[in-house]
């Protein structure tokens, strides 16, 4: 270790770019990790200790790198987890804490996560590991966020009762099974959402929110520790059960978890509840396409006018929005024209009103089936092609030419 930290000193500032203190490694972890560090130009394994160490030590260690990171010894049970705890609350947001364990299981991952983790390195330590693990650490602290490569749809109604949920786990279940899309339905009321309820699953211990809390970064291995999987293949993130589970949740935090999870699936589907909370705001941002949920009533209308004039106005894509009518039937007292002209806009999709097939399907979890020929069917049908026509492969520097990054202003 002598001869690193003579290097590290005599080194320009480019060259000391990512300093990593081990803490509790083993002999064999730490030899590993110096080998693999040093295939990273400017990161450097400063030292590992063996015994109690202080946030303030940390820092020091650390001072002379743009980029600190401490790798703990996740094999020692729950003083692993106090140390770690230890780290994340005593040092600034310069320093970030990996996990070393040879556990893979999800509840060790989540449990390192809460203890303020970022990474999870598996034993024996493997060369593509460590080096995303240090890539994700500089693009974390620039505010870059990883490419996307799937589409994130969210819908939202225009007021309680307009059956957005029910639309959001139809339609997810299409892309899944007819349009044979690999998609992932989240769940993003706070609390109490429907989607598991309706779709005849049980609940998860672990919430959409969950994940958004404890994530600095995630894999896809810990990913499915958070999924429900329907027998459609449909995935599903639940909501939280509890009334008041989380509060005062970081956007950036919503940000970066869609677009982990659009590097993961082909469509993300993200049911919200209607109006536009900052949580909502937050998701809006990272989408490709926002469906507005509308039914053929006045109240509903108004409601859609206030929102698309409101994002609008803070330049979130015109053509990126859809006007989705649901319960549309030709005796609505309402008409199509009526409707397209207060919105000032055309109707995108149309959902005929078959409200007593819908009631029984919820009532009995079991979604309705969308290989039957009828005219609902045939609406989803049409909702999903249209999505797949409307996004050939959006690149991440078209979503950030298009402004949706600074969108309704500076990350809190």
């Known amino acids: ?59 020091r260690l650390l001072e002379e790198f743009q980029h600190r990171v401490c790798v703990i010894n996740f094999d020692e049970g729950e003083e692993s987890a106090r140390t770690s705890q230890r ?24 449990a390192a996560m809460r203890a303020g983790c970022s990474e999870y390195l598996l034993k024996p330590f493997q060369a593509k590991q460590v080096t995303d693990a240090l890539s994700h650490i500089e693009a974390r602290q620039h505010g870059r966020m990883p490419g996307q490569k799937g589409h994130v749809v969210t819908l939202m109604g225009a007021k309680g009762g307009a059956g957005t949920t029910s639309l959001a786990l139809h339609l997810a279940l299409n892309l899944a099974q007819r349009q044979h899309q690999k998609c992932l339905l989240v769940d993003q009321h706070p609390a109490l959402g429907d989607l ?3 779709l005849g699953m049980g609940r998860h211990q ?35 059960e509890a009334i008041h589970a989380f509060s ?10 869609l677009a982990f999870l659009a590097e993961n699936y082909q469509f993300v589907l993200v049911d919200c509840p209607p109006g536009l909370s900052e949580d909502t705001c937050a998701v809006i941002r990272q989408s490709d ?17 206030r929102s698309i004039q409101y994002l609008t106005s803070l330049h979130y894509p015109d053509d990126s929005i859809d006007i989705v009518l649901n319960r549309y039937s030709r005796k609505n007292p309402l008409s199509e024209r009526e409707i397209e002209s207060s919105l000032h806009r055309q109707i995108a999709v149309k959902i005929p009103n078959d409200y007593d097939l819908v009631v029984n399907a919820i009532n009995a979890g079991t979604p309705i089936d969308l290989d039957r ?40």
């Open 196 to 198: 598991a309820l309706c």
């Open 248 to 257: 005062n949740t970081p956007s950036d935090a919503i940000e970066h978890t």
């Open 87 to 110: 780290i994340h609350d005593g040092c600034d947001s310069s320093i970030s804490i990996f996990a070393a364990s040879s556990d893979p299981h999800p509840d060790q991952i989540i």
């Open 289 to 305: 396409r926002l469906a507005i949920i509308i039914t053929p009533e006045l109240p509903a209308i108004h409601n859609a006018i």
């Open 1 to 59: 270790m002598t001869d690193s930290k003579v290097t590290i000193r005599g080194s320009r500032s480019s060259e000391r770019r990512i300093g990593i203190l081990g803490i509790n490694l083993d002999p064999v972890s730490r030899e590993t990790l110096e080998t693999l560090v040093a295939q990273t130009p400017g990161a450097h394994v400063v030292d590992n200790v063996d015994r109690h160490v202080t946030p303030r030590e940390v820092m």
């Open 206 to 240: 672990y919430s959409f929110y969950e994940l958004v809390h404890n994530m600095d970064r995630l894999d896809a291995d810990l990913l499915q520790g958070f999924l429900l999987q329907h027998p459609s293949g449909l995935h599903v993130l639940d909501s939280p």
């Open 373 to 412: 020929k009828s005219e609902l069917a045939a609406a989803f049908d049409t909702w999903a092609d249209r999505l797949m026509a409307n996004e050939p492969g959006v690149e991440k520097a078209d979503k950030e030419s298009r402004g949706l990054f600074s969108l309704f202003g500076s990350k809190t």
